[in-house]
């Protein structure tokens, strides 16, 4: 009979591969999306060794060269590098995407446990909710955009607020249901303070739906983002986001449309990663879909 010779760190460490490559072979969409998103996340954080020239350098001798060896991407109507614009592009997306999805859910999921357990704050929270949710996300991001101006910070902070009540909504819904589980209404009759109840209780069992909603949120912001940059109202137009890069060429669309085509190419890839992320995740975290599997 043959004698094993891994020795007791290596064995874990076999399992746990074995483990992982089950994994990826149960939800390969989870291991595509995650590649394509840490790719792009490379590229943001990488982006002064990626350009290979200044994304802001103005180059008229240059304007408007479709695709070469000099200019992979070709250049815009100022001559300025359109790879280079593109690389620091994605920063602001992803940016943009991560600090609307973590401003949305810490504030959504506050409010929604509350809301949830508290009856008097749900009448009263719940109708701000329903008319902020009356307003469209892009008119509303508009309007606080026109309020505050445009900033960086800004457009994360007038995306957020157009998200916040979706998941405070989908919050609420998930603490009704908990809150008549047994466990929960003896730990209510038992006394436990109501800070407690919710973080002990119900909090972690809010969390797998969250993180698929987050991955939504990601990608909803990263696409609000561009259309206000777009139309004007997002970041400002000296600094080279997706959005205002398409901004830029739309006026040269039918002579340059490489212009528009690289930076919306990367945003649909990144609008990709982060939806097949998503999915993959609703379906390794569904126990109903775990237990059909």
């Known amino acids: 009979m043959a004698i094993s010779t891994l020795t007791p760190p290596r064995i874990a460490r076999s399992r746990l591969t074995g483990r992982l490559v089950a ?8 291991a595509l999306g995650s590649s394509l998103l840490l790719l792009m996340m490379a590229m943001a954080l990488l982006a002064p060794v990626l350009q290979t020239h200044g994304p802001q350098a103005i180059s008229p001798a240059d304007r408007l060269q479709g ?20 690389v620091h592009g994605s920063k602001i997306s992803l940016l943009v995407g991560v600090g609307v999805a973590a401003i949305s859910i810490s504030v959504g999921l506050a409010i929604g446990l509350l809301t949830g357990f508290l009856r008097w704050f749900d009448a009263i929270v719940m ?3 329903d008319g902020l949710m009356s307003i469209p996300p892009v008119l509303l991001a ?10 960086i910070q800004n457009v994360i902070m007038a995306i957020a607020i157009a998200e916040i009540p979706r998941v405070v909504r ?3 819904s998930l603490v009704l249901s908990l809150r008549e589980e047994p466990y929960v209404e003896a730990a209510v009759s038992s006394g436990t303070p109501l800070l407690r109840i919710l973080i002990r209780h119900i909090l972690p069992n809010t969390l797998a ?4 909603q987050g991955t939504y949120i990601f990608a909803s912001a990263m ?12 970041t400002p137009p000296e600094i080279p986001s997706w959005g205002n890069i398409m901004a830029e060429g739309r006026t040269y669309f039918q002579s340059a449309p490489y212009i528009i085509l690289f930076p919306g190419f ?3 890839l990144a609008v990709l990663a982060v939806n097949l992320l998503g999915d993959g995740l609703r379906d390794a975290l569904d126990p109903r879909l775990a237990r059909r599997l």
């Open 67 to 86: 695709p070469s060896g000099e200019f992979v991407f070709g250049t815009d109507m100022l001559g300025r590098d359109l790879y280079s614009r593109v």
């Open 23 to 30: 994994q990826i072979k149960r939800h390969p969409t989870v």
């Open 223 to 234: 696409i609000l983002e561009a259309i206000l940059s777009f139309i004007g109202a997002g």
């Open 170 to 172: 989908l919050v609420r």
């Open 209 to 212: 739906p969250l993180l698929v």
């Open 142 to 151: 508009i309007a606080l955009m026109a309020l505050a101006g445009a900033s």
């Open 266 to 268: 990367f945003l649909s």
């Open 127 to 129: 109708r701000i909710m």
